[in-house]
C-alpha cells in the first residue's frame, strides 16, 4: 500500500466534504438539541455501527473486510440522517486507527454512501413499485439490499485500489474480492433480522416503516 497520499485521495475527501455538507443543508440539525429521539437513534446508531466496524480483519491493508450495517441504518433513520451517523462512525473508526486517513475520503464515498444511496434506491423503487406489505419491506428493502451494498462496496473499492495503484488486480481478487461470497448472507441477515425486530418491537424507531401501508391497510 502506497505511504503518500495520492490525487484520488485528495478528489475523494472534496467529494466525501461536498456530499455531507450537501445533505447536513437540508437536516433540522437543532433537532440533535432539542429531540431527545433523533439523539438516541442518531448517536445510538453511530455507536452501534462503530463497534462493528472496529472487528475487521484481513491480509493486506486497505483489503480488510467488516460487517457494514448500512442498509438497516438507512431504514432506521432515513437516507440523510444515516449519513451523518455513518460520518459520526466513521470518523470514530479512523481516530482509533483502524483506518487511515489518507483514506478517509474514499471509504466515505465509496465505502458508505454509495451502499447508502444503492440501499435508498432499492427502498424507494420497493415502495413506490410493489405490493407494500411487511414481508416485502424485510425481504426485498433490508435482507436483499445489505447483501447487495457489501458486494457493491466490495467491488468499488477493489477498483480503487486497482486504478490507484495500490495493489496489482491478482492481489485485490485473490484477497479481497474472493471474499464477497462468504459475506453476501450473512451480512443480508444481520440487515434483515435487525429489522425484522425493529418492526415487531419498536416500529415507531424505523423511519421509514409506514404502519399504515404495511400493517393497517392489510
Known sequence: MLDYTTNIQYLAWVGYAVCLMAVVRFLPLSSLVKDKKVQHLVFGCAASVFFLWIFQTGIYPGLQVHFLWLTALMLVLGFRWAVVSSFLALLGVTLVGEE????????????????????????????????????????????????????????????????????????????????????????GMLNGMTMTLMVIYKPHWAYTFYEKFYIHNK
Open 100 to 187: 487511515s486517513w489518507r483514506m478517509f475520503g474514499v471509504n466515505g464515498l465509496l465505502g458508505v454512501l454509495a451502499p447508502l444511496g444503492l440501499s435508498y434506491l432499492i427502498y424507494s423503487f420497493v415502495f413506490h413499485k410493489l405490493s407494500r406489505h411487511v414481508f416485502v419491506y424485510i425481504f426485498l428493502c433490508a435482507f436483499l439490499p445489505g447483501a447487495l451494498m457489501m458486494a457493491f462496496k466490495m467491488y468499488l473499492l477493489g477498483g480503487y485500489f486497482y486504478l490507484d495503484g495500490q495493489y496489482d488486480w491478482h492481489t485485490i481478487h485473490d484477497n479481497y474480492l474472493v471474499l464477497i461470497w462468504l459475506l453476501l448472507f450473512p451480512e
